[in-house]
């Protein structure tokens, strides 16, 4: 069975930094492309990064988000990672990460075939 755990979400001010992590585990994972997303009350879920599963450099990015954030994978730990930085507000969101059987990563949220719960990322002004 196929499972997704996010971890790492919190409080931090405006400006400070988080990083996410998403544990896999039922899957190999260095075949699945993962990818990050998130929602925020009252607004539809969107896309914040990707990674196919070849490397680190195989990356996408929601263009609110580059580069301030860092989508990385740790194949050997099975582990996704979202390294965020200088961080507004408006990233206030339950961050998700997903997986995708088909190896390349992808914005859109349908193609994605299994998903974490979540973790409430939230940052004050």
């Known amino acids: 069975q196929v499972q997704l755990v996010e971890s790492g979400g919190g409080l931090v001010q405006a400006g400070g930094s988080l990083r996410l992590s998403c544990a896999a585990s039922?899957?190999?994972?260095?075949?699945?492309?993962m990818g990050w997303f998130r929602q925020a009350p009252g607004k539809e879920r969107e896309f914040v990064a990707a990674?196919?599963?070849?490397?680190?450099?195989?990356?996408s990015y929601a263009d609110s988000v580059k580069g301030r954030f860092t989508i990385s994978r740790d194949n050997a730990k099975n582990t996704v990672y979202l390294q965020m930085n200088s961080l507004k507000p408006e990233d206030t969101a339950v961050y998700s990460c997903?997986?995708?059987?088909?190896?390349?990563?992808?914005?859109?949220?349908?193609?994605?075939?299994?998903w974490g719960q979540g973790t409430q990322v939230t940052v004050s002004s």
């Open positions: 997903a997986e995708r059987r088909n190896g390349v990563g992808s914005h859109l949220g349908y193609e994605y075939d299994y």
């Open positions: 039922g899957l190999t994972f260095s075949l699945y492309a």
């Open positions: 990674i196919s599963r070849w490397s680190n450099t195989a990356t």
